[in-house]
Structure formats: structure tokens, C-alpha cells
């Protein structure tokens, strides 16, 4: 089941689909983080926290829950190897687990 954003005071957490999109946006269209954080009119800090988040499933599960639930082609390892030939940023983008920026 999609799990869709919540309002908790100000503060609005970010839905599945919203998380595919970024993860869509980082890898398709090569956004970077500030210019995908403008396009979706998000903070640069969230954006970067779900890359990271889901770099880290991929990287622990083989798999991202959200990105699955919200029916996305990068939600698998494999998935995102396979796109891999696309372009070295999917590569890239596997290998930043560790992004502080
Ligand atoms: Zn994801």
C-alpha cells in the first residue's frame, strides 16, 4: 500500500511516490540534489536524506521499500544495475553511499 505524506505540524514528511520521484529525478534527468530540491520544492536537505536512505536500502536489502510501493525502476540492486549502461551516473549514484553534500 502507498503510504502518502503526512502533515505533522508544519513539517510535511515525504510520501512513497514523492521518494520515487526524487530517486527518478536524481538518476534520469541527472538532476543534482539542489536543483531536484527546487523542482519538487523541497529542502536540499531532504533531498539528500532520501537519496542517502535510499542508497542505504539498496545497500542493506538489495531493495528500497518505497521506491517498490510506489512502483519505481530503480527500486532493485539489480534494477539499478541494469540501468546502469544508461550512464555512468547510476554508478555513480550506487557508489555514494557516503555523500555529505
Ligand atoms: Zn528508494
Do not use: W
Not at 18 to 42: P, S, T
Not at 43 to 48: C, E, L, N
Not at 68 to 76: D, E, I, N, W
Amino acid at each position: 500500500m502507498l503510504k502518502e505524506a503526512e502533515y505533522r505540524g508544519t513539517f510535511q514528511t515525504v510520501s512513497d511516490k514523492e521518494h520515487g520521484e526524487i530517486i527518478k529525478l536524481y538518476i534520469d534527468k541527472r538532476l543534482g540534489i539542489k536543483k531536484g530540491a527546487k523542482r519538487l520544492n523541497r529542502s536540499s536537505k531532504t533531498i539528500h536524506e532520501h537519496i542517502k536512505k535510499h542508497n542505504m536500502a539498496i545497500d542493506r536489502s538489495g531493495f528500497c521499500a518505497p521506491c517498490k510501493r510506489s512502483g519505481s525502476q530503480y527500486a532493485t540492486k539489480s534494477q539499478l544495475e541494469k540501468n546502469k549502461k544508461r550512464g555512468s551516473l547510476v554508478f555513480l549514484f550506487l557508489s555514494t553511499l557516503n555523500v555529505d553534500k
